[in-house]
């Protein structure tokens, strides 16, 4: 079962702004993940962010955390339409496991 | 090898029928996962091993079932008595075996169930 929990589902904007999407989860966590996936097949590793961290950069990538609310942002800045594809969050717990929320599916218009 | 390995990439089978999935890690990766992902949902856990044991199996949905990762390399997912239901991709990721660090993703499996 999944017990992450992303939002919005689905997320339409124009080229060049910025996109932020938000996941939940339940448990404590290690750290947690961003992926993306096109086209429904593998996914592909963005940004880690360990628990004891509560903002990381990478590119034009966000990501922030805060482990009290057990939260997560990932915000893509001047998005481009090769940025459309669905983006999942990740989180890793005591034992290793990697649990994946639903996920959300950015489309960006040229 | 360069990246995660899945085999094959797409598998038809008749329903009650016997299926292997196989997945190739990438070399020295220690920790090895297998996610199953039906259209429109995130990938759901099914099996995680760390070496050759299965650290974590909670995911697997039933006894029909199974992997194994005899040498703590290849791992194999096996179904038994196909059902429609287990139409989907069959992810699987290794980890270099840290908990930070990043899983690589193989292209998947899509078994499709007739």
């Known amino acids: 079962s999944q017990q992450g929990e992303e939002d919005p589902q689905a997320l339409s904007i124009q080229e060049g702004e910025n996109a932020t999407m938000n996941c939940s989860y339940k448990t404590s966590i290690n750290n947690l993940q961003w992926y993306r996936q096109n086209s429904g097949r593998g996914l592909v590793h963005l940004i880690l962010i360990r628990s004891n961290e509560r903002e990381k950069h990478s590119g034009r990538l966000r990501v922030t955390l805060d482990t009290s609310k057990k939260s997560s942002s990932l915000l893509i800045t001047a998005s481009r339409a090769a940025d459309t594809a669905s983006y999942f969050c990740a989180h890793t717990g005591a034992n290793s496991k990697l649990t994946f929320g639903k996920g959300i599916t950015l489309s960006v218009r040229p | 090898g360069a990246g995660v390995s899945q085999t094959p990439s797409n598998k038809v089978t008749e329903k009650g029928k016997y299926v292997e999935l196989r997945c190739d890690p990438i070399s020295g990766h220690t920790a090895l996962y297998w996610y199953r992902q039906s259209l429109g949902q995130g990938p759901e856990f099914l099996i995680y091993?760390?070496?050759?044991?299965?650290?974590?199996d909670s995911g697997l949905p039933n006894d029909r079932f199974f992997a194994v990762r005899p040498e703590g390399s290849v791992s194999t997912l096996k179904i038994q008595r196909t059902e429609r239901g287990d139409s989907a991709v069959y992810l699987c990721?290794?980890?270099?075996?840290?908990?930070?660090?990043?899983?690589?993703f193989g292209q998947g499996t899509r078994l499709t169930v007739v």
């Open positions: 990721a290794s980890r270099r075996g840290g908990r930070d660090t990043e899983a690589f």
């Open positions: 091993f760390q070496g050759t044991g299965a650290a974590d």
